[in-house]
């Protein structure tokens, strides 16, 4: 009995102590940190009910301008409707923007020009150039007035072209009229085995096309050049075209016993069938009439050079070197 009567008494004491403890709680009041918590938590609330009344009125906004620019819209297209269907003339809600320009200097123009176009500005400006390269190229080339082959083996000879040259423009007009006078000589020797050593030197193919054009009309051979070419068959008849003249054979017109080789340099003996000779106009490559206007000039050169060849001889020396071959012939 006496355990249960102390039991309660420390009971109720604990009770009366905890009660004094709340109570005292209850006067000191919240902490601090509590009371900036709250503080927080209602700012927080606050701004967050802010922007909901922000974004409701943003919404709001955006719906009556999304309604606002759909309703424009459909005004726009039933006055457009009225407009094609003729209803209406003008419209006073559509109407036609024109862009404006912006306004440029000239330099600017200019500028905003080559930016522009200035890919087919570099293809124009080759295109010109290599046409004006032409141009130039065929304006200022020399073109031959006459074209001479010379078809003997004489290597010396074959040396002098530049000398063959100038003998011959001597004699020649300018035939094409672009106030110059060009001789064109075509070395093609003639040799014992020009068909078998066409793969290396070329001078078989050379001679039959040049052959088969009509270009080169005058020729200047010796008996081997003129067995190879059938002379009997494509050159003229010498002695038809200068009779009563001792140099005149048929197959040419020999230069032995004049002073051809005083006249263009040539230090060696000269053979004694080197001769010069004209194709006979025939059906080439070209027309005949080109061919017979080249066998016309080269005609009148051969005259000339048969008139100043007359009456000559051949040098002292060649002629003693002759008369001791005839003596031991």
């Known amino acids: 009995m006496q355990k249960e009567e102390k ?7 604990s009770e009366e102590t905890s009660a004094k403890n709340e109570k005292h709680k209850k006067k000191k009041g919240k902490s601090l940190l509590e009371t900036m918590r709250e503080i927080d938590e209602k700012e927080a609330q606050q701004e967050v009910e802010r922007e909901e009344r ?3 009125q943003i919404a709001k906004k955006e719906q009556k301008e999304r309604e606002a620019y759909e309703k424009k819209i459909q005004q726009d297209r039933i006055e457009l409707i009225r407009l094609k269907q003729g209803v209406i003339e003008e419209s006073e809600t559509i109407h036609e923007e024109k862009e404006e320009k912006p306004k440029l200097s000239f330099w600017k123009r200019i500028s905003n020009f080559f930016y522009h176009s200035k890919w087919w500005l570099w293809i124009t400006v080759f295109i010109v150039a290599i046409f004006g ?7 200022t080339k020399v073109r031959q007035d006459m074209i001479v082959m010379v078809l003997t083996d004489d290597s010396d000879l074959q040396l002098m072209s530049e000398e063959l040259e100038t ?9 094409n009229g ?3 006078i060009q001789v064109d000589i075509y070395m093609i020797p003639v040799t014992d085995d020009i068909a078998t050593m066409d793969y290396y030197t070329g001078n078989a193919t050379k001679l039959s096309t040049q052959m088969m054009l009509g270009d080169a009309v005058m020729v200047l051979t010796d008996a081997k050049a003129n067995e190879y070419i059938i002379a009997d068959e494509t050159l ?7 009779p009563n003249n001792s140099n005149a054979r048929e197959q040419g017109y020999y230069l032995r016993h004049t002073d051809f080789a005083t006249q263009i340099g040539y230090e060696g003996k000269v053979d004694r069938d080197l001769s010069l000779g004209l194709r006979t106009v025939t059906k080439t ?13 080269a005609k009148k050169v051969l005259d000339r050079i048969v008139e100043s060849l007359q009456g000559t001889e051949e040098p002292e020396d ?12």
């Open 285 to 297: 490559y070209d027309s005949v009439e080109d061919m017979q206007k080249n066998y016309d000039i």
């Open 133 to 139: 390269f032409l141009a130039y190229d065929y304006i």
């Open 178 to 180: 672009d106030g110059k």
């Open 236 to 242: 003229e008849n010498m002695e038809d075209l200068y």
């Open 54 to 56: 922000l974004q409701e």
């Open 167 to 175: 003998y011959f423009e001597q004699f020649t007009d300018d035939e």
């Open 7 to 13: 039991h309660k008494v420390e009971n109720t004491q």
């Open 318 to 329: 060649v002629t003693e070197t002759t008369e001791s071959e005839t003596e031991a012939e």
